[in-house]
Structure formats: C-alpha cells, structure tokens
C-alpha cells in the first residue's frame, strides 16, 4: 500500500485555511470521543459535518447539540426513534439515516474532507471502502477493516484518490518513524504491546479469569472489545495484519515485543542498522491528532514525558504458549484468503461471549483455533465472499460448544 503523503513533516502554522470537513464514525466510542476532544481543541480547523452511533443515541444527541453536523447515521435502525426523541422537541435539525447504508452515506458527502474510521469491528469494512471510493483522507482506527478487507483497501486506494492514515498508536509511530525515509530501507518493524494485565499471570488460571479483571487494562482506557482483546494479545495479532497492509511489508518483517511501560510506541529497523523509535505518554489523542494534523504537527497540551520518573523501558519476546492468539493472527496472516476475516469473526463472537459471561477466558483462543481449523479457506475472495465468510465464522461461533475436544 502507498501512502501517498509521505513526506517530511513540516512546522505547522496556525493556518488561515477553510475549515477541513469532518465524518466521525463511531463518534460515541473511545476513539471518536477522543477525536472530538481534539476538535475542541482546533475548533478553526474542523467542521463537523457527520457523526455516527451504534446504539448510544443518548451520547450521540449530545454531540449534535454541540457539533451541529449536518447528517448522523444510527447504526442499530431501532434506536432511530429513540435519538428523535432525544432530540425533540427543540433540538437541532439534523438528517438522520441508520444502518450500514447510513453510515456509508456519512463517509461519502460531498462536503466532507476526511473521514475518522472509529467503528468496532467488521461493521466498519463497507463504510470505510465507500469514503477510500469516494476520494476521501480516511483516519484508521478500524483495524479490523485492514484485517478482514486489507486487499480490497488495497484496490480502492490504487482505484482511486484515497487515502489512508494509521491512528493506531503503533502504526502511527510507525508513520511517524518513516516519515523522511524510503519505505524500501525498511529491514523490519518492530510493534511493542504492553502484555495487558495477564502479562505476569500463571496461565493456568486464566480459567478464573473475571471480565472486570480483563477489562482493567493496566496503560490504556479503551472500548471493551479492544481491552479484551489486549488482554488475550489478539490486538496484537490484528495489528500485525493491519501492518502488512499499511506499510507493505513481508510477514517476517513484523515483530513483536512486550513492553510494559507503553512508552515506546514502535519502531523502524532501517537496512544500515539504525532504528527509530517514536515516544510519548500513552495518550490516543496524540495519534488521533497526527491522522488529522499530517504532515504539520500542531502544537497542544497533551501529556508530556516525564524523564525523571521514566526509570527503565523493558522489552521481552512475547509468550505463544500462553498467549496463542498471537500465534493464531500470524497463521492466518500466512494463510491469507478468508483466513483473516474467519480469524476476526471468530474473535468478535468470542471477545462477545466472554463479556457475557458465557465462555471463559481461556476459550476465546480455543474457539479462534477451533473455528479457523474448521472452516474451508476461499483463496481470493470479493467483498461479498468475505461477507459470506464473516457470517459463517461467526454461527460457528456461535454455537460452539466450549471447552472445545478437536
Ligand atoms: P468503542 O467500543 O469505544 O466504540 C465503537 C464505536 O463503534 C461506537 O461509536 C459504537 O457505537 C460504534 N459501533 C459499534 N458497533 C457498530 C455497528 N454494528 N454499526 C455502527 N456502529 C457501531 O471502540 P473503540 O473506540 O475503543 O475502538 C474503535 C476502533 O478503534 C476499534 O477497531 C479499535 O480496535 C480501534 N482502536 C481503538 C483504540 C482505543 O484507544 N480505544 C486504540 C487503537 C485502535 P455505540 O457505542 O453508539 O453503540
Ligand atoms: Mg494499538
């Protein structure tokens, strides 16, 4: 994949420019809320055209009264009814669509610039492929649209006037660490991962592990099913997929090292040996503004790094036998295909049972396994053919009976 806005960044000047126009999708989760907060930040910057929910219309209605975009798409229909009446009966006037159809209609208006992909999961694929077909700057946090749908990104970028930029935090030091340099010197990169709270824990009492113990995530605040999947290291495994796409890069030039303190946000290994390295705080806001920023940086009030409390930074090689998701992501990554969206579904269904108390936590990587082992691979398939294969992962799923005996 090429981005085509490679370059060295530039001192950003408070500019005089008209104001870029804004999609938010997925505006009430931990990523669009945190977009917004740095829209409060540059308000001069940004008009807020779109905003999108899930089923939150509560949080959405009050980003419409603050934002006063133009359109919003509820993803659940049903809750349509529920944010008029939040709205009414003097509320702002405001277009309201539902549905993957109305969030494909926020990435695509003709008045927005650029587009915050901040849905959870596969939900985000097709409104994140419309905005890259409609010519749209689209700033990923969606990680799971590069993991399911990462060849199709692909075309729609060499399609078209797309265009692509990492939020995630490793991705975005990525980006960042590149800036300046040809991609082909890169000898490999390296993505850090704090280990989630079970770093340190016995394996064999992840059985007993509680939902409010994997959601208490020791470095970041983040949605439930990314904290989950922190804590079973599948984040990890996702974000070496969504690498592959993002920097064209071989498998084996993806690494990954548990770094406790998420300091280090990744790093670049160059082929005459130097390495960079990007740091900071872990603040989501810094990358999130860096999507929007690029390629000025501009200047706020983000945590800084405290040098004198920063005592040590350690790096250790991640356990497989303990964390198999890693494992499973780089399998499927090798594998291609389906193998990735089978991988994705898998895990959305399990991440979801879990957080309803239904398996344990030691089953969502069983259930991942037991489901890729179990489903054909389709080697190159459309759109529609990861559909199907997102589908089927997730009834199998499902009705997994757990513990799981291959
Ligand atoms: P949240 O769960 O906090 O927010 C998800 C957003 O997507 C909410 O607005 C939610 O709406 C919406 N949504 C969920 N399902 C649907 C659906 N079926 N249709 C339409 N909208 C839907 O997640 P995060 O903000 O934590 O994560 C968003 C993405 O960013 C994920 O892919 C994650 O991996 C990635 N990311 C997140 C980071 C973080 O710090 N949070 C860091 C790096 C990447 P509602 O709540 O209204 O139901
Ligand atoms: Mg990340």
């Known amino acids: 994949m090429t981005m085509s806005t490679m370059q060295t960044p530039q001192n950003g000047q408070a500019s005089a420019a008209a104001p870029r126009g804004l999609s938010i999708l997925g505006a009430t989760g931990s990523v669009g809320t945190q977009t917004l907060e740095v829209v409060r930040l540059f308000p001069d910057r940004f008009d807020v055209r779109a905003l999108t929910c899930?089923?939150?219309v509560e949080r959405l209605a009050e980003q419409i009264r603050e934002f006063r975009p133009a359109q919003v798409a509820v993803g659940a229909p049903e809750r349509a009814e529920a944010l008029k009446q939040e709205l009414s009966p003097d509320g702002p006037e405001v277009q309201i669509q539902t549905g993957t159809d109305?969030?494909?209609a926020a990435a695509t208006r003709p008045d927005v610039d650029v587009v915050m992909g901040a849905v959870v999961g596969f939900a985000g694929l097709r409104p994140v492929l419309a905005a890259l077909q409609a010519g749209k700057q689209v700033a990923l946090a969606n990680k799971e649209t590069l993991v399911v749908g990462g060849t199709l990104v692909d075309q729609a970028l060499a399609d078209g006037d797309g265009e692509l930029l990492p939020v995630d935090s490793e991705h975005s030091a990525i980006f960042q660490c590149m800036a300046g340099e040809a991609e082909r010197r890169v000898e490999e990169v390296v993505l850090t991962a704090s280990g989630g709270p079970f770093w340190d824990r016995p394996a064999d009492s992840f059985a007993d592990v509680t939902v409010s113990e994997a959601l208490d995530h020791p470095n970041w605040s983040m949605g439930p099913k990314i904290t989950i999947d922190s804590a079973t290291m599948m984040n990890k495994g996702l974000e070496v997929i969504e690498a592959k796409w993002l920097f064209d890069l071989a498998v084996d030039q993806i690494e990954v090292l548990v770094h406790p303190q998420s300091i280090v946000h990744s790093m670049v290994a160059f082929d005459d040996g130097a390495v960079k390295a990007q740091l900071g705080?872990?603040?989501?806001?810094?990358?999130?503004?860096?999507?929007?920023?690029?390629?000025?940086?501009?200047p706020a009030p983000h945590e800084r790094l405290d040098w004198s409390s920063l005592s040590r930074l350690d790096f250790q090689?991640?356990?497989?036998?303990?964390?198999?998701c890693l494992r499973l992501a780089y399998e499927a990554l090798e594998a291609g295909g389906t193998a990735p969206a089978v991988l994705n579904a898998a895990n959305e269904v399990a991440v979801q049972r879990f957080l309803d108390e239904d398996i344990g936590f030691a089953d969502i990587p069983r259930a991942v396994e037991a489901v890729l082992e179990r489903q054909p691979l389709q080697s190159?398939?459309?759109?529609?053919?990861?559909?199907?294969?997102?589908a089927r992962a997730r009834e199998r799923t499902e009705e997994l009976a757990l513990p799981v005996r291959n």
């Open 380 to 390: 190159e398939p459309s759109l529609e053919g990861l559909v199907r294969a997102d």
């Open 54 to 56: 899930g089923r939150n």
């Open 102 to 104: 109305g969030l494909c």
């Open 281 to 298: 705080v872990p603040d989501m806001k810094v990358p999130i503004q860096y999507a929007l920023s690029h390629p000025a940086r501009w």
């Open 317 to 324: 090689r991640p356990d497989d036998e303990k964390f198999p």
